[in-house]
């Protein structure tokens, strides 16, 4: 076998890893919005007056988090057929990211929520604004610039978290760069390849997330050195 | 098949996974403290090589996912003439993928650290490697320990990923168990609870204990 990059190999599995590239990225802003709305349903459980269910939901956020991902993945593609319940991987896949992802957002969301200071709350008070209204015009404007840096991390971890996918057999871009090497059976090209198309996607969006985070500590008066 | 009896005939094989996971968790452990505190410091260096070899070292790691990591150390290494036994290879990923995320985490901490204990140990004309050693790293413990400690749960979740570069570990049991009986729900539901056991009632008491350590070691009884 020969050593060493091969670059007509690599230029002729270029059209396939960019469409699995594509694959990679629907997958995780798909991911990534049904995390998000998972999040809510979890703050929600945490907020609610009810004790028991604020237990309830702290315990399954905590198990979630506790564990890893890839068993979670099985978990939910072998174990749902076994009650009749038969989803794609792509489904699975898609519903396992969302709640184990949810969980982290939902601790974003708090923490902005908590971020917004207490006197605010009084003040909505004092002027008799309902907690609708002081949701949606005076806590929820200002918790949100606080929860950007956290919800921009969780987007990148999402998305270097989507290779997992691979191993139920989403057609992902690892899973391709495995197929193609398992094919031709050369890896060095089709895994550096992969971590090259990780480095350029995820570099970008790091660095954007963090001038959105300088941007939201400008905004709200906070100087950070 | 009741849960017992599957208990009773794969309990075996599946805690002697639970103690190769251990295994991979104390390996990379260990690793990715040390590296951390490394290039923690590098990053700080005044020397723009030091600070770029750092930079660049921490941006690479964060910016690929674990799991190429992972199979380019196990499966591409060898082209390179470098042929690592897969324990070794997914302990080595883990403590560098880890370590980078560590660094970031050992930088913030000395910058948290009070100007005025640098200008006094300065002042009272300790050598750069005394103020580091007696000074700075005594304090950035408690500062850095919380965030650690979270980083180190998500490594004991992020060694389940060995088992796909073939590190017989708890998650390879649970899929060579599921792929032999098909119960699914029995297998990974257990490694899912042995996983949960060992993060809630091991790992975590055992690193908030070093978190009241090292805020007492200051002279902070609460933290």
Redesign the interface.
């Not at chain 2, 964060?62 to 990591?69: A, C, D, I, K, M």
């Not at chain 2, 004991?156 to 990923?161: G, V």
């Given at each position: 076998m020969e050593m060493g990059w091969r670059w007509d190999f690599t230029v002729e599995i270029l059209p396939q890893m960019a469409i699995a590239t594509l694959n990679t990225i629907l997958a995780a802003g798909v991911g990534y919005a049904i995390a998000l709305i998972v999040g809510l349903f979890f703050l929600l459980g945490q907020r609610t007056p009810s004790k028991i269910v604020n237990w309830i939901n702290r315990e399954i956020v905590e198990f979630i988090r506790s564990t890893p991902l890839l068993i979670q993945l099985f978990f939910v593609y072998f174990v749902l057929p076994q009650f009749g319940i038969t989803l794609s991987a792509w489904v699975c896949g898609m519903i396992t990211i969302g709640l184990h992802f949810g969980t982290y957002l939902s601790e974003v969301y708090r923490g902005a929520l908590e971020g917004v200071s207490k006197t605010q709350w009084e003040a909505c008070r004092a002027l008799n604004f309902s907690t609708i209204y002081t949701y949606r015009r005076i806590v929820l404007p200002q918790a949100f610039p606080i929860a950007i840096p956290g919800m921009g991390n969780y987007l990148v971890g999402i998305f270097k978290d989507t290779p997992l996918l691979s191993t139920i057999g989403v057609a992902e871009l690892f899973h391709a760069a495995t197929a193609v090497g398992g094919y031709n059976y050369r890896y060095l090209e089709p895994y550096t390849m992969v971590g090259v198309i990780f480095l350029t996607l995820s570099i970008p969006a790091a660095m954007w997330v963090r001038k959105l985070e300088k941007d939201v500590n400008k905004a709200q008066g906070k100087v950070k050195k | 098949m009741s849960y017992f009896e599957f208990l009773n005939e794969h309990g075996i094989t599946l805690l002697l996974g639970t103690v190769t996971t251990v295994k991979v968790l104390v390996c990379s452990m260990f690793l990715y403290v040390i590296i951390s505190m490394i290039f923690g410091l590098m990053r700080l260096s005044k020397n723009y090589v030091i600070q770029g070899i750092a930079t660049v070292y921490i941006?690479?790691f964060?910016?690929?996912?674990?799991?190429?990591?992972l199979?380019?150390a196990y499966?591409?290494l060898p082209?390179f003439g470098i042929s690592l036994e897969a324990f070794t290879a997914g302990v080595v990923a883990l403590g560098l993928n880890f370590g980078a995320y560590g660094a970031e985490i050992v930088r913030a901490g000395i910058l948290a650290v009070p100007k005025g204990q640098w200008e006094a140990a300065h002042a009272l004309n300790f050598t750069p490697a005394k103020r580091i050693k007696r000074i700075i790293i005594p304090q950035i413990f408690p500062i850095i320990l919380p965030p650690a400690a979270n980083l180190t749960?998500e490594l004991?979740?992020?060694?389940?990923?060995v088992?796909?570069v073939t590190v017989v570990d708890l998650?390879f049991e649970?899929?060579q168990i599921?792929s032999i009986t098909w119960l699914?729900?029995q297998c990974?539901?257990t490694?899912?609870l042995i996983?949960?056991i060992i993060?809630?009632f091991a790992l975590?008491p055992f690193l908030r204990w070093l978190e009241v350590l090292a805020a007492r070691k200051v002279g902070k009884e609460r933290i």
């Open positions: - | 941006e690479f964060r910016g690929t996912s674990l799991l190429v990591q199979f380019w499966y591409v082209f749960v004991l979740k992020a060694t389940a990923l088992a796909l998650t649970a899929k599921n699914s729900a990974f539901g490694a899912l996983y949960y993060a809630r975590v």
